[in-house]
Each structure stands twice: as C-alpha cells, then as structure tokens.
C-alpha cells in the first residue's frame, strides 16, 4: 500500500516559469510533510516542510500548499532555475520517527 | 548541525559475500537513526531505524541487518549478499528539539553494486 504517491515520475519547465511538483497521500495520520530534493550519487536535501494544521509554508523561491481535504499537498518553485534539476520526493510523517516517501519526481528545467 | 557520514562511498561486492556499511554523526547527541535505500527507478525505502544504542527496529524482512553500537554510530550488515541488494544506501538522522523530532538530515549515501 503506497500511502505517499508522487504520480509524476518526470516533469520539464522551461528555465524561469513556474514548476509545480503533485503529491497525494492516503495516510490521515501524516501531521507533517516534507519535502527533498536529491542529485544523483548524493543524500536528499530537506527543502521545506509543513505541519498538517497549515495550508502553505514559504521559503524563498520554494513554497509548499497542503489541502487536507484532498489529502494533496504541491511544491511550487517560483522561478525555476537550471540548478533546480533534480529529483524531488515528497515525504509524510506521523510522530517522531518515520517518514513515508514517494517514489520521487524528476524535475528538468530546460534554459 | 549535524554532520552525517557514510562510508564507503561506492562497493563493488560479489554475490555471497558480506556486508558492512558504516555511519556516524557528528553534532548532535541522542539521535534517531535510520537506514534506507534507494533501488533503481523506486523511491527511498526505510529499513531500519534506532532510537537509541542497541534498540533497532526493522521494517522490511531481508538479508540485511543493523546494529548500534554507540550513540552515534550505526551499521548495516548482510552475512550473504544478493543480487537484490544492489541500490544506493543512505544513513539519516533527526533529533529530539523542543520535544519534537521531525526533519531527518541524509549523508551522502553508499553506491552497492552485488554482482
């Protein structure tokens, strides 16, 4: 049972507009996701989270929207740059210890 | 901040063989500690995490194992290597701050190739 689905496995934005990556969960226990971003041969990098009791969280160019309602939370990258081209995985969390990912978006920003 | 480290960096193992990847932390005290790993074309699959020396949990039934020594140490083992086992290996970490644990922090991971 996948209960974090990124049903995306690939996305191409030209260099500058606006990339907007999908993620849907099952799991109504999630009370918090995150969001990475992973290079090849190297460890994901945590970019940005948000708890279940928000719908948006803001940082820089990255910004993440939750509806709960929907069970679908999306990251939009605001403007996308050729250095954004990377995998990307969308993970939810209940309690301390386990995050549930999905099977990761690769972003391609075309200059 | 943590500093998480994993080595080797890439293995190259034929089939049969043992297993042992090392990682350790820098930082911090107390983490949790995580396994996971990344198959071809799939997403990061969690394999076993620790709360603390000696106490690990596991998630997947295989051939691999893991062990906690010390704090901030944190192994995955395999007496027999498969072919299956071939996939890119990440420690992680996170720790309790404000009572609450939730960003998990990777290393920089370990290419296996079983052959």
């Known amino acids: 049972d996948q209960q974090v689905k990124q049903n995306s496995p690939s996305l191409s934005v030209q260099e500058g507009r606006i990339s907007i990556l999908n993620c849907d969960y099952t799991n109504s226990m999630f009370d918090y996701f995150l969001w990475y971003k992973k290079y090849p041969a190297e460890g994901p990098t945590f970019l940005i989270s948000i708890s279940s009791i928000k719908d948006k969280n803001e940082d820089g160019r990255f910004t993440v929207f939750l509806n709960k309602s929907a069970k679908h939370l999306s990251l939009h990258i605001v403007p996308s740059q050729p250095g954004d081209s990377a995998v990307y995985f969308c993970a939810g969390g209940a309690g301390s210890y386990q995050l549930t990912f999905g099977k990761g978006t690769k972003l391609s920003v075309i200059p | 901040s943590q500093t998480i480290h994993q080595w080797p960096a890439t293995l190259v193992q034929p089939v049969g063989s043992p297993l042992s990847l090392e990682c350790t932390v820098e930082g911090t005290s107390n983490p949790n500690l995580y396994w996971y790993r990344q198959a071809a074309g799939r997403g990061l699959q969690l394999l076993f995490y620790?709360?603390?020396?000696?106490?690990i949990s596991s998630e997947v039934p295989q051939n691999l194992s893991a062990s906690r020594p010390q704090d901030r140490q944190f192994i995955l083992s395999s007496k027999k290597l498969l072919l299956s086992d071939s996939g890119f290996y990440l420690c992680a970490c996170n720790y309790w701050d404000r009572g609450q644990a939730d960003t998990q922090y990777f290393g920089p991971g370990t290419r296996l190739t079983v052959l």
């Open positions: 620790s709360v603390g020396i000696g106490q």
